[in-house]
C-alpha cells in the first residue's frame, strides 16, 4: 500500500506509541515498518517482531541520510530539546533536509495547534519546520498536536495534595488529547495512500477552563481542587520557588498565557477524520487515571 513507513524518536513515549498502532492495525507488515533512533537498543523489543532499527541521531545529519534511506513515507517527532534556544530547529531542518536528499515521497511531522500565533517560546521551531518541509516540494501532512492529556499528570498531583492550583491562565480555554490518540492518528497519516498535502489540528473533544478542568479532576478524585488565579510574573515566581530550572520556568508560563489568549481555543474532528474513532474525552481520561492523579 504505502510503501516504507519510518517513525523517528521511535523510542520515545510517542514514538512507541506510533509503532504500536501500526503494528495493531494489521495495514502494514513489520518488515515494512522502519523505526529510528540514537539507542536502537531501546527498540529491542520492536525488532524481535520483525520492524527494521536504524540508527539515526538529530544531531548527526549524515546518520539522518542513511537513516532514511529507502523510506516512502517518513514521520519526524519533534525532538524534546528546550533548553538550548536554536538547537530544536537546527535538529528538524536537518531531518527534513535529510528526507529530501533521500527523496521520500511524504513527510509527515508532529507540530503544535496555531504556532504562527502562539506565545510559547518553541512555538517558532514548530513554525520554522513546517515552513521548510513546504518549502522541499514533497507532499506532506502537518500534524498539530494539542497539548496531552497526560501533561496533566505531571502537574495536577502536587495540586491537589496541596487543594490549589495556581494559574495565570484565567478564563481562557484549552482543549487535551490522549497521547495514544494522537499516536493513532498519526499511524493513520502515515499509512495512508494520500499525496494530497495536509495540515490537521488534532484536539479533545472539548475545550475547558481551568476551572472546569480542576471540577472534573475534584469529581474523579473526590479531592477539593481551588484555582487560584495569579499572574504570569506570580506564577513565574511561584515556579521558581519550588525549584523547577531556570529555563522551563517561562516555557511554562507562557503554557498559561497562551491559553490565556485563546490560542489553545480550538476543537476540531480531524482526529476522529484520521482514526475513524472519536478520542477519550477528558473526564474519562481522569477518571482511568485517579490512582496516578492521587499519588
Given at each position: 500500500m504505502s510503501g516504507r513507513l519510518l517513525v523517528t524518536g521511535a523510542a520515545g513515549q510517542f514514538g512507541k506509541l506510533v509503532l504500536d498502532a501500526l503494528l495493531a492495525s494489521g495495514k502494514t507488515k513489520p518488515a515494512d515498518i522502519i523505526a529510528t533512533s540514537r539507542d536502537i537498543a531501546k527498540l529491542a523489543d520492536y525488532a524481535a517482531k520483525g520492524v527494521e532499527t536504524r540508527a539515526?541521531?538529530?544531531?548527526?545529519?549524515?546518520s539522518l541520510e542513511r537513516a532514511f534511506a529507502g523510506a516512502d513515507r517518513i514521520l519526524i517527532i519533534s525532538t524534546d530539546v528546550l533548553n538550548e534556544p536554536g538547537k530544536r530547529l537546527k535538529q528538524h531542518l536537518a531531518a527534513v533536509e535529510a528526507a529530501r536528499k533521500a527523496a521520500v515521497k511524504h513527510i509527515l511531522y508532529t507540530s503544535m495547534p496555531q504556532?504562527?500565533?502562539?506565545?510559547i517560546p518553541f512555538a517558532s521551531?514548530?513554525?520554522?519546520?513546517?515552513?521548510?518541509?513546504?518549502?522541499?516540494?514533497?507532499p506532506y501532512t502537518i500534524l498539530r498536536n494539542a497539548w496531552y492529556m497526560?501533561?496533566?499528570?505531571?502537574?495536577l498531583p502536587h495540586a491537589l495534595a496541596a487543594g490549589q492550583w495556581f494559574s495565570s491562565a484565567g478564563d481562557g480555554r484549552i482543549s487535551h488529547i490522549?497521547?495514544?490518540?494522537?499516536a493513532a492518528a498519526a499511524a493513520s497519516a502515515l499509512q495512508s495512500d494520500s499525496a494530497e498535502s495536509r495540515t490537521y489540528?488534532?484536539?479533545g473533544t472539548q475545550a475547558l477552563t481551568t476551572g472546569e478542568i480542576a471540577a472534573l479532576v475534584a469529581k474523579a478524585t473526590g479531592k477539593k481542587l481551588e484555582v487560584v488565579h495569579v499572574s504570569?510574573?506570580?506564577?513565574?515566581g511561584g515556579l521558581k520557588n519550588a525549584g523547577l530550572p531556570d529555563f522551563f520556568v517561562p516555557i511554562l508560563v507562557s503554557f498559561d498565557a497562551n491559553t490565556r489568549k485563546g490560542h489553545f481555543?480550538?476543537?476540531t474532528d480531524d482526529t476522529a477524520g484520521l482514526t475513524g474513532r472519536h478520542p477519550i474525552d477528558l473526564a474519562s481520561f481522569l477518571e482511568a487515571n485517579r490512582a496516578a492523579l492521587a499519588h
Open positions: 539515526a541521531d538529530f544531531d548527526d545529519p549524515a504556532p504562527e500565533a502562539s506565545v521551531d514548530h513554525l520554522g519546520t513546517e515552513e521548510a518541509i513546504k518549502a522541499t516540494g514533497i497526560e501533561n496533566l499528570l505531571l502537574s490522549g497521547r495514544r490518540d494522537l489540528t488534532l484536539t504570569d510574573e506570580a506564577l513565574a481555543d480550538i476543537v
